[in-house]
């Protein structure tokens, strides 16, 4: 059994965490009675362990559900008013924070485009003023925030909050993301990857909602990849799981980022993209692309565009990079046999162009019993996947502290008693 906020391979243990997941799950709100059966508790059991949670105003009472019999139970529901948290998306060419309350529910984002190139001092800068702007147009303060989540896209050490030898992170190895935050914000702070927290976000909010084995794709500017299996975050011994990316697909073929030469990212990633098409433009190849003022600074998006517009050649590019990842994607099916496969970043917006390819890939190259028994998707969070699996993040890492400053009140008031 796999509960929305105890997703992580550490997750406690503690039952009023389970608790506390099953009363944030409920949308209409639930009852003790409901949490006893869904735990296998006995009632007089639950109802302590929500006292508990009552007492750190994490949880409150309703009294608006109506039985066939008249009968009126208490329901519960997270307080939403107990605090705020914060979800930021750090890509490879953009930042995003969204300001969300203490149930999850979003209340302000915005997003600005950045290179994470520019090293970790400049990056983490404009992280915090765009976690204040957002906090201003959510009439919020730092004060209301209770916890950060964080995603880079880069493999990273999530007990330490630092990257390690992030391919398109040059200058971030071992950076002390988490602490330098904390100790600006003085709030907790976790740091994911972001296509984890990508995979996290779809899980948790959309369309591989409860999915126990799940794979998100980020297709951005780089390729990463976000595993939940058996209802777990699969994060790999120091967080470089997933990085599919850097399966080499070509021999010999085009340089990647990583320094290999014929990696899925560097054949098919937005960088990629755009490389293809200037080489293509510069060969006088016929295309709408050609007529864009500077080549040189022709990108994915403008690719995308071209192809939505009925673009041949942009269409061929996209084709040619769907049938890539639906190649190591194919690979992964046959490995993992996931339920859900989540296509999703800034290339994925693309929609079919990019989808059509993968799916005719993994019928074509998948083991029968694999393709029968999965879903070959597009993101439904649409650009704010990651953003929002930071929510996610940061609203688990919240109810830890939460349960463990009330275990520890626990303890105390039963010394004090002795």
């Given at each position: 059994?796999?509960?929305?906020?105890?997703?992580?391979?550490?997750?406690?243990?503690?039952?009023?965490?389970?608790?506390l997941d099953l009363i944030h799950?409920?949308?209409?709100?639930?009852?003790?009675?409901?949490?006893?059966?869904?735990?296998?508790?006995?009632?007089?059991?639950?109802?302590?362990?929500?006292?508990?949670?009552?007492?750190?105003?994490?949880?409150?009472?309703?009294?608006?559900?109506?039985?066939?019999?008249?009968?009126?139970?208490?329901?519960?529901?997270?307080?939403?008013?107990?605090?705020?948290?914060?979800?930021?998306?750090?890509?490879?060419?953009?930042?995003?924070?969204?300001?969300?309350?203490?149930?999850?529910?979003?209340?302000?984002?915005?997003?600005?485009?950045?290179?994470?190139?520019?090293?970790?001092?400049?990056?983490?800068?404009?992280?915090?003023?765009?976690?204040?702007?957002?906090?201003?147009?959510?009439?919020?303060?730092?004060?209301?925030?209770?916890?950060?989540?964080?995603?880079?896209?880069?493999?990273?050490?999530?007990?330490?909050?630092?990257?390690?030898?992030?391919?398109?992170?040059?200058?971030?190895?071992?950076?002390?993301?988490?602490?330098?935050?904390?100790?600006?914000?003085?709030?907790?702070?976790?740091?994911?990857?972001?296509?984890?927290?990508?995979?996290?976000?779809?899980?948790?909010y959309g369309a591989g909602r409860?999915?126990?084995?799940?794979?998100?794709?980020?297709?951005?500017?780089?390729?990463?990849?976000?595993?939940?299996?058996?209802?777990?975050?699969?994060?790999?011994?120091?967080?470089?799981?997933?990085?599919?990316?850097?399966?080499?697909?070509?021999?010999?073929?085009?340089?990647?980022?990583?320094?290999?030469?014929?990696?899925?990212?560097?054949?098919?990633?937005?960088?990629?993209?755009?490389?293809?098409?200037?080489?293509?433009?510069?060969?006088?190849?016929?295309?709408?692309?050609?007529?864009?003022?500077?080549?040189?600074?022709?990108?994915?998006?403008?690719?995308?565009?071209?192809?939505?517009?009925?673009?041949?050649?942009?269409?061929?590019?996209?084709?040619?990079?769907?049938?890539?990842?639906?190649?190591?994607?194919?690979?992964?099916?046959?490995?993992?046999?996931?339920?859900?496969?989540?296509?999703?970043?800034?290339?994925?917006?693309?929609?079919?162009?990019l989808l059509e390819p993968i799916?005719?890939?993994?019928?074509?190259?998948?083991?029968?019993?694999?393709?029968?028994?999965?879903?070959?998707?597009?993101?439904?969070?649409?650009?704010?996947?990651?953003?929002?699996?930071?929510?996610?993040?940061?609203?688990?890492?919240?109810?830890?502290?939460?349960?463990?400053?009330?275990?520890?009140?626990?303890?105390?008031?039963?010394?004090?008693?002795?």
């Open positions: 059994m796999g509960y929305p906020l105890s997703i992580y391979p550490r997750a406690p243990r503690d039952h009023r965490r389970l608790v799950e409920s949308r209409d709100g639930t009852t003790r009675a409901e949490i006893a059966r869904s735990l296998e508790l006995s009632r007089s059991a639950v109802s302590g362990l929500v006292d508990d949670l009552l007492h750190t105003g994490l949880v409150r009472e309703l009294d608006k559900r109506q039985t066939r019999a008249g009968r009126r139970p208490i329901g519960l529901e997270i307080n939403a008013s107990a605090g705020q948290i914060v979800g930021v998306d750090v890509g490879a060419t953009h930042i995003r924070a969204i300001l969300a309350d203490i149930a999850g529910r979003p209340l302000a984002e915005l997003s600005t485009s950045f290179d994470v190139r520019v090293g970790p001092e400049k990056t983490l800068a404009e992280v915090r003023r765009l976690v204040e702007r957002v906090m201003r147009d959510g009439e919020s303060s730092l004060g209301r925030v209770r916890s950060i989540g964080v995603g880079v896209p880069g493999p990273v050490i999530s007990e330490q909050g630092m990257v390690l030898a992030a391919p398109i992170m040059p200058g971030w190895t071992e950076y002390p993301i988490r602490h330098t935050l904390e100790a600006t914000w003085e709030r907790p702070v976790v740091v994911h990857n972001d296509a984890n927290l990508g995979a996290l976000g779809e899980w948790t409860r999915c126990p084995n799940l794979v998100f794709v980020k297709v951005g500017t780089g390729i990463g990849m976000g595993m939940i299996l058996g209802g777990r975050l699969h994060e790999g011994q120091v967080g470089a799981a997933g990085e599919i990316g850097h399966l080499t697909l070509v021999e010999n073929g085009p340089l990647c980022s990583c320094g290999n030469r014929g990696c899925l990212e560097a054949l098919a990633g937005g960088g990629a993209i755009a490389r293809q098409a200037r080489e293509l433009v510069r060969q006088g190849q016929r295309t709408h692309l050609s007529t864009l003022a500077s080549i040189d600074r022709l990108s994915a998006r403008d690719v995308a565009e071209a192809a939505a517009q009925g673009d041949h050649l942009a269409q061929q590019l996209f084709a040619q990079a769907g049938e890539y990842i639906g190649i190591a994607l194919a690979g992964v099916m046959n490995m993992l046999n996931p339920g859900v496969v989540v296509i999703g970043g800034g290339v994925a917006q693309s929609g079919d162009l799916r005719a890939q993994i019928r074509k190259r998948s083991l029968q019993a694999g393709v029968l028994t999965s879903q070959v998707t597009s993101a439904s969070l649409g650009l704010r996947s990651s953003a929002l699996g930071a929510v996610a993040a940061a609203l688990s890492l919240c109810f830890d502290h939460v349960i463990a400053h009330s275990a520890a009140g626990l303890t105390a008031s039963a010394t004090e008693g002795r």
